[in-house]
Every structure is written in structure tokens, then in C-alpha cells.
């Protein structure tokens, strides 16, 4: 079985922003491939701050470049709404983006980017591009060491920034409904 280093991890983290800034200098705004290349480096940044921290590593540097590489915290406003944040529900600022996925600030952040995770996994609902703005909506899945999946549903919105990188502005994700038995 192939055990990320944090050499690979640091690689991956790499390549993972080479992809999203593939292309970036057409000017004919977002495209599906843009936007599902954002979304699969998405997830393999997190799998390798997870790889980091689990090869005691600088996992918060990773995190730091996996929020600048994906987010436009430096250009604007950014709505953040996380799966498993309940006492501070949404993480307007860069500082509360980084307590999320690897903990600190916030009491209830156990650092959800460190788990680790092998994989994500998108199944994508659909798609709505128009100009430099896209919406993509489904569900994501993240592979567990143990070998499971966990299910959670996401919305994305990306931007194509002026100098022609595509980064989120608006992520809510949220465990999938579970009515009372």
C-alpha cells in the first residue's frame, strides 16, 4: 500500500494548484473542465494536509497554502459555511478557514483536513457557469484510512479572478439529512 510522505504530500499539494491554474489565461472565463479541476485539486490538497500531519509535518503550512491556492480570502469575500462548524457556523476570514481544517482558534475545530483522508470522491449534481461566475452543487466523499466513505453534500461557488486563477467564493457543505426513526 502506497503511504504518502510529506515530500509526496508537498508534490501533490504541487501539481493539485498547477491544475487549477491550467488554462487560466484564456479570457473566455470559467469552463466545466476549470471547474472540475478546481474540485478534484480541492480534494487532493486535502488528502495531503492530512498526509502532512500525519508524517509530522508542517500541516498548518500546508493548510495555509490549500486555503491561498483555493479561496479568494486576499481578493474579496468568501462565505464559508463547513460541514461540522455549529457554535461559529460560518468562517468569513482566512484565520477562520485555517481553525477549520487543521484546528486552533475555534473551541469546536478538531481540525477536519488532519483526519487524514486517503481520497475525495465528487458526484456532481449539475453545473451553472455564467461568465467568470459557476455554481457546482453535489456530493463529495471522503475515503477514510479505515477504508469507509463519508458522504457529505457541497455547494461551490468559483470566481475567475483577474489574472485569470478560479478560486471559491462560496462553500457551504453539510451533512446529508437524517430523519428520526
Do not use: C
Not at 461566475?133 to 479572478?161: C, D, H, P, R
Request: aromatic share 12%; proline share 3%; charged share 20%.
Amino acid at each position: 500500500m502506497f503511504k504518502p510522505t510529506v515530500l509526496t504530500a508537498a508534490l501533490a499539494l504541487a501539481v493539485s494548484t498547477a491544475a487549477v491554474h491550467a488554462g487560466t489565461d484564456a479570457p473566455s472565463g470559467l469552463t466545466e473542465e476549470k471547474v472540475t479541476a478546481l474540485k478534484t485539486a480541492w480534494g487532493e490538497g486535502i488528502v495531503s494536509i492530512g498526509a502532512v500531519h500525519t508524517e509530522g509535518g508542517d500541516y498548518r503550512a500546508a493548510a495555509r497554502a490549500h486555503i491561498e491556492t483555493f479561496y479568494a480570502y486576499d481578493d474579496g469575500v468568501v462565505l464559508f459555511k463547513p460541514t461540522l462548524a455549529s457554535e461559529d457556523q460560518f468562517r468569513g476570514t482566512f484565520e477562520e478557514a485555517l481553525s477549520y481544517f487543521v484546528g486552533g482558534d475555534i473551541a469546536e475545530d478538531g481540525g477536519f483536513a488532519i483526519a487524514p483522508y486517503t481520497a475525495v470522491r465528487w458526484e456532481n449534481e449539475g453545473t451553472v457557469i455564467s461568465g467568470d461566475m459557476a455554481m457546482a452543487m453535489g456530493n463529495y466523499y471522503f475515503m477514510t484510512t479505515e477504508g469507509s466513505e463519508i458522504k457529505v453534500e457541497y455547494t461551490f461557488g468559483i470566481a475567475q479572478l483577474d489574472d485569470g486563477s478560479a478560486k471559491i467564493v462560496l462553500h457551504h457543505s453539510s451533512l446529508p439529512f437524517a430523519p428520526a426513526s
